[in-house]
Structure formats: structure tokens, C-alpha cells
């Protein structure tokens, strides 16, 4: 029987949003309701509120040693998912992070992969993405070179990721993708083909491409914040309090 993951990568420091007394991924963004009570809500739960709409039964958080309060936070289920923790020693990267979790991931299962401290939407866009392919949900943004650039075909193929590339040649970045845990296991041969040097997803999804590998990305993304600066905090309360967008 397969499964549907979802993988959150959580053992980054978040540097760029210090000091905080706690992990980035708790960061107050929003509220939520608990029953009739209005609570702060954790800015990684937009994530996973995307992946439970989207069928997601089990959850992976990949976290550092230091990030007990995480595990603390969340526990072991959230919604209808069951939640296990895979631990990251270093961090090295978000490639070395999704390859924390592989141990737990069959070849049919299914996953799906968001980065916790961005909220986007629509809230449906893992839903969006084909079934059993590679595929990547693509978002438009005013400054690609601070994300990675996707560059696909007519058809939507991915041709190249231009990672934080300065002039990127597409405004459209993936924030969000979908895979198998077939995919998982080939990317992570190839990753250690290349001595486990990819931190960044897109260098290694270009080799992928390179040796014959086929992925897809879809324009479907409407709205993508980066909650990891200050500035990014202040654009995601802007745009949860916004009439135009209810989260």
C-alpha cells in the first residue's frame, strides 16, 4: 500500500530572521481558530494545511538536534496525518535535508515537498500538480534572482533551474513540487554520484535533466512570500490581512 508524504525541511537556522527564542518555522504569522478560540498561528502551518488539503496521511519534519520545540509544538499527528521526525546533523542544505527523510519513503510512494517558512497560494496548488511525475508548482515573483528561476518549454517541461541567478531568464520560481519515491532515490544516487555537493535542489535537478531525467512545471501559483526576512514577514501579514486573499 503506498502512501502520500509530505516532507518539511526544518532544520535550517534561519539566519536571516534572527534573534529569535525559537524555531523559525514557529514564527507567529496569522491566526487560526482552535474551536471558537482564535489563536497565533506557526507560519509552517500553512504548509502543512496545504498538504493535508491535499491528501497528505503522513508528515516528515527533517529538523536539527537543537529543534526540540518542534517536536514539542506539533507531537505526533496532525489533522488525519501521522507526523515522524528525521534528524539532519548538519545543515547542509536542502538536498541533504529531503535525503534525511528517504529512509521512511517507499518507491511508490507518493510526496510532496514545501519550504516552512513561506506561505502562497492557492491553497489547492499541490492538488494542481500531476500525479506520479516530477513536477514543480510554479509561482510568479518581481525578483527571481533571489529564488530559483524554472525555464520550461511550451509544454511545460523544465529545461533548467536558474538558482538566485542575477537577469534570470523566467519570473516564474517553483515553491512547492511534487515527486515519487522512485524520483527521491534516482536524485539521491545522482547526489552522491556528485559527492553529496548539491545544497541547492536546482543544480541537482539540472544534472538530473542532463542525464535524461524529465520534470514538469505548472504556472499555477498565484500568491509566494518568503517568510524568512523581516521583509518577508511583513509582506505575509500583509497578505493574509488582505481582502483580495483569504487564507
Avoid at 8 to 15: K, N
Avoid at 40 to 49: G, N
Wanted: aromatic share 10%.
Amino acid at each position: 500500500m503506498s502512501h502520500r508524504w509530505g516532507i518539511v525541511p526544518a532544520a535550517g537556522l534561519g539566519t536571516r530572521i534572527q534573534p529569535l527564542a525559537f524555531s523559525k518555522e514557529l514564527l507567529p504569522v496569522g491566526t487560526r481558530l482552535d474551536g471558537n478560540v482564535e489563536r497565533p498561528r506557526a507560519v509552517c502551518e500553512y504548509l502543512l494545511e496545504r498538504m493535508l488539503t491535499a491528501g497528505v496521511t503522513r508528515v516528515c519534519f527533517v529538523i536539527s538536534p537543537a529543534k526540540t520545540d518542534i517536536v514539542s509544538y506539533f507531537g505526533g499527528r496532525i489533522g488525519q496525518a501521522s507526523i515522524c521526525y528525521a534528524v539532519q546533523q548538519n545543515p547542509n542544505g536542502l538536498c541533504d535535508a529531503l535525503f534525511s527523510a528517504l529512509p521512511f519513503v517507499a518507491p511508490d510512494d507518493e510526496i510532496l515537498v514545501g519550504l516552512p517558512d513561506t506561505v502562497w497560494f492557492p491553497i489547492e496548488g499541490f492538488e494542481l500538480l500531476p500525479g506520479r511525475q516530477f513536477s514543480f508548482l510554479l509561482f510568479p515573483v518581481a525578483k527571481p534572482e533571489l529564488f530559483d528561476a524554472v525555464i520550461t518549454d511550451e509544454a511545460g517541461a523544465v529545461e533548467e533551474i536558474q538558482v538566485k541567478t542575477r537577469g534570470a531568464d523566467s519570473k516564474w520560481v517553483w515553491g512547492a513540487f511534487k515527486l515519487t519515491g522512485e524520483h527521491l532515490a534516482r536524485l539521491h544516487r545522482l547526489w552522491v554520484q556528485r559527492n553529496c555537493e548539491d545544497q541547492y535542489i536546482g543544480t541537482l535537478v539540472n544534472a538530473y535533466l542532463a542525464e535524461g531525467g524529465t520534470a514538469t512545471g505548472v504556472k499555477r501559483g498565484e500568491v509566494y512570500v518568503d517568510v524568512g526576512t523581516l521583509h518577508g514577514y511583513r509582506e505575509a501579514v500583509r497578505v493574509l490581512s488582505s481582502n483580495q486573499v483569504a487564507a
